[in-house]
DNA sequence: TTATTTATGTATCAATCATTACATAAAGGA
DNA sequence: TCCTTTATGTAATGATTGATACATAAATAA
């Protein structure tokens, strides 16, 4: 079942990493199509057939961001016996990748598009929706954690999920900075370190 | 004593703060020459001539935005009694200036640049100059705390203070998400909670 | 073969970027 | 008045941006 005409001559996949390292790396605006095209090293023409334009390509990215990278991070959340061992490793996880060598450093959601149109479908509003799931995922795992008795029912889950989705965002900025895998996992550490009196209800 | 040639037809402290504004909603990147003279209500050769270039510029908007803004924020640190109480009210102000009505949400510091090349002189690097700058300052309070007895000596200061900086970052990314002043004023509060874990050395 | 369909490479598009020539205007000094 | 100095507005600079026109190449279908 192979579809009619001139077989593409480039794997999209891989060509959609490469892009989506730049765009990491760069963000959505500094990432120019001469950037895209010379590390999916292929031609302009070639990028549009496949993606569309900067902006469709931006999302694949973006897709292939969290389901490769974020995954990772996400999945401490349901794995973990408590919702303070979930949140904990969410947060370590989160140093791992942020360091991780070969790579560029800090998170691609919070710094691939910060700034860009209010307009809806725009990069910059495509991560922000992102970045309110995960305190929204984070909030889940909390009320989680009241149903099976873990965490009170008067502690603000809300509050606690904006804390550590603040933590979190900041941890992108501190390892963009040039922090370390051992500073960050500190971090972590310390805001673990409110646990006991943000659950205390 | 005045000058000798024609005089310059702008208030240039005026047109300055303009530009900083521009700068920090859009980030030194997305703010195109266009922009800036269009919001500084002059022609181009007159930005030259006052600020030498667009980066030149910058530079004097992030001194402006340190010297006006972020002067309350730090000035929290050796204002009050102790460190607990310094950095309790430097992320209380920074909840404030970060959702300021009439003003653009979060920190020009970390906003304002911050995809760029590595070199020297760069907007991005100043800007990164001036986040690691933050780090010594809480922790010069924190020594200053040790000093008074507050502190043991056994404590981490360096984490303390990377971790109550990284807050400081998160929150920029969450105020320009929309979050209000009391959801930041909570995680402001929430990140104090790790207080006496942190400190108990 | 011939027709159809899709992909590729070259070369280019208009628009925008930061920056600057250039002529003119407005001030002080002689 | 005339000279120097600085500022201004218009207009244009070369470079780069994201996106395409076009001819050609490579596949399937008839």
Redesign the interface.
Same mark, same amino acid.
């Given at each position: 079942m192979l579809p009619k005409g001139r077989p593409r001559a480039f794997d999209r996949d891989a060509a959609l990493e490469r892009a989506m390292r730049v765009f990491w =790396? &760069?963000?959505y605006?500094?990432a120019s199509m001469s950037d895209l095209t010379e590390a999916m090293q292929i031609n302009a023409p070639s990028l549009y057939a496949a993606f569309g334009s900067k902006a469709g390509l931006f999302r694949a990215a973006v897709e292939l961001y969290t389901n490769q990278v974020g995954r990772r991070i996400k999945n401490a959340l349901p794995t973990a016996a408590t919702a303070k061992e979930g949140i904990a490793d969410f947060l370590k996880q989160t140093a791992i990748s942020h360091t991780h060598p070969g790579q560029p450093h800090g998170c691609m959601v919070?710094?691939g598009a910060?700034? /860009?149109e209010e307009g809806a479908d725009t990069p910059c509003s495509l991560l +922000?929706e992102r +970045?309110?799931e995960n305190v929204v995922l984070l909030r889940e795992r909390l009320e989680r954690g009241v149903r099976e008795g873990e965490l009170s029912p008067k502690a603000?889950l809300q =509050? @606690?999920a #904006?804390?550590y989705?603040?933590? =979190?965002? /900041? *941890?992108? @900025? $501190?390892a +963009?900075? /040039?922090?370390t895998l051992d =500073?960050l996992v &500190? $971090?972590a550490y310390?805001? *673990?370190?409110?646990w #006991?009196?943000?659950t205390a209800g």
């Amino acid at each position: 079942m192979l579809p009619k005409g001139r077989p593409r001559a480039f794997d999209r996949d891989a060509a959609l990493e490469r892009a989506m390292r730049v765009f990491w =790396q &760069k963000g959505y605006d500094s990432a120019s199509m001469s950037d895209l095209t010379e590390a999916m090293q292929i031609n302009a023409p070639s990028l549009y057939a496949a993606f569309g334009s900067k902006a469709g390509l931006f999302r694949a990215a973006v897709e292939l961001y969290t389901n490769q990278v974020g995954r990772r991070i996400k999945n401490a959340l349901p794995t973990a016996a408590t919702a303070k061992e979930g949140i904990a490793d969410f947060l370590k996880q989160t140093a791992i990748s942020h360091t991780h060598p070969g790579q560029p450093h800090g998170c691609m959601v919070v710094l691939g598009a910060l700034h /860009g149109e209010e307009g809806a479908d725009t990069p910059c509003s495509l991560l +922000r929706e992102r +970045r309110l799931e995960n305190v929204v995922l984070l909030r889940e795992r909390l009320e989680r954690g009241v149903r099976e008795g873990e965490l009170s029912p008067k502690a603000d889950l809300q =509050q @606690i999920a #904006e804390f550590y989705a603040t933590v =979190q965002h /900041g *941890m992108s @900025i $501190t390892a +963009r900075d /040039g922090a370390t895998l051992d =500073q960050l996992v &500190k $971090t972590a550490y310390a805001a *673990m370190a409110a646990w #006991e009196g943000l659950t205390a209800g």
